[in-house]
């Protein structure tokens, strides 16, 4: 069984940075593309970033490109969330997710590997 823990969340000022990470277990992240979602208080779960399997392909959506930075330590089995220059607009609950098949493609659906989430507020 494959458990994807999230942490890092926490409550930070507008401006400030915060470091997600995404620690899998039950499985070795190696092979898989990974990303992170995240979902608003009444809004339904949106696309944030994705990463391939060996890290050489990123995708941001546009609302974090040049803020937030995506990468992985397969040696670790995690991934990671580096998000700076933080907007009250990214407040919301994080989730990562991991590939179930061994496709690298940035597409993700309920049917793959979900984290519980961490709580990210940014106070203006």
């Known amino acids: 069984q494959v458990q994807l823990v999230e942490s890092g969340g926490g409550l930070v000022q507008a401006g400030g940075s915060l470091r997600l990470s995404c620690a899998a277990s039950?499985?070795?992240?190696?092979?898989?593309?990974m990303g992170w979602f995240r979902q608003a208080p009444g809004k339904e779960r949106s696309f944030v970033a994705a990463i391939t399997y060996n890290g050489g392909a990123t995708s941001y959506a546009d609302s974090v490109k040049g803020r937030f930075t995506i990468s992985r330590d397969n040696a670790k089995n995690t991934m990671y969330l580096q998000m700076n220059n933080l907007k009250p607009e990214d407040t919301a609950v994080y989730y990562c997710?991991?590939?179930?098949?061994?496709?690298?493609?940035?597409?993700?659906?309920?049917?793959?590997?979900w984290g519980q989430g961490t709580q990210v507020t940014v106070s203006s």
């Open positions: 039950g499985r070795t992240i190696s092979n898989y593309a």
């Open positions: 997710a991991v590939k179930k098949k061994a496709i690298q493609t940035f597409q993700f659906t309920m049917d793959d590997y």
